[in-house]
């Protein structure tokens, strides 16, 4: 069994702050980290994704990886009000001839204005 | 042009009747994936298919089945519906690499009465 754990929060934290959001996953040979972003009632949306160990960073986002500890993190610096959402972790790995995302529970977050 | 399309939005039904819900994608992508956003906004795989392939999460009941007439459709047909299967229902499409993560539709939220 593949699995993806996050921390549900909610996670609160000031505007202006960094917002550190963290996730495990079990299976030694995933290949791709993903991490997306979901709206009340909107569809899952994709905001960054990372293969190899280290930092990756686009704008305010840095994502992290440690294939060894099996751990992937998203930093959001400079947290806005428009930021609060749920953020989902994401992990695909090869299996009966497919590719496919294992999505973890997802953690809430809260940028407080 | 909107991405990966899926109608109804909305679907209210009664317990016992049959439906459908359509996704079409337009971005060329061999892979199309059915997945279940539960109330605690869980997202669990139900399905994935390319031209060569359907893989089935095995604990999908056999009440659900996909249908593709082409590469660029996937729908979901749903017999004798429950109360139980209430829950916002995702299309997605990627390219079948470890390189791409999913392009979701917008969701069907389908209630059950």
């Known amino acids: 069994q593949k699995e993806v754990e996050q921390n549900s929060g909610p996670l609160s934290v000031p505007e202006g702050a960094i917002a550190s959001l963290n996730c495990t996953y079990s299976?030694?040979?995933?290949?791709?980290f993903f991490w997306y972003r979901q709206y009340s009632g909107k569809s899952p949306e994709l905001i960054m994704f990372i293969y190899s160990n280290g930092d990756k960073e686009d704008g305010r986002f840095t994502a992290q990886l440690n294939k060894a500890s099996q751990y992937v993190s998203l930093l959001i610096r400079d947290s806005q009000p428009s930021d609060s959402a749920t953020y989902l972790c994401a992990v695909k790995y090869s299996g009966a001839g497919s590719y496919q995302l294992t999505f973890g529970k997802g953690t809430k977050l809260s940028v407080i204005p | 042009d909107t991405a990966v399309s899926q109608t109804p939005k909305y679907l209210v039904t009664q317990m016992g009747n049959d439906k459908s819900i359509k996704c079409e994608q337009n971005l060329g992508h061999d892979t199309m994936y059915w997945y279940k956003q539960d109330s605690k906004k869980f997202l669990k795989i139900m399905f994935s298919?390319?031209?060569?392939?359907?893989?089935i999460n095995e604990t999908v009941p056999n009440r659900f089945s996909p249908k593709s007439p082409d590469k660029a459709h996937l729908n979901l047909h749903i017999n004798s519906l429950e109360l139980g299967d209430s829950a916002v229902y995702f299309c997605?499409?990627?390219?079948?690499?470890?390189?791409?993560?999913?392009?979701f539709g917008s969701g069907t939220r389908l209630t059950v009465v």
């Open positions: 298919y390319n031209n060569k392939e359907l893989i």
């Open positions: 299976d030694r040979g995933s290949q791709s």
């Open positions: 997605a499409s990627s390219q079948g690499s470890h390189l791409y993560g999913y392009t």
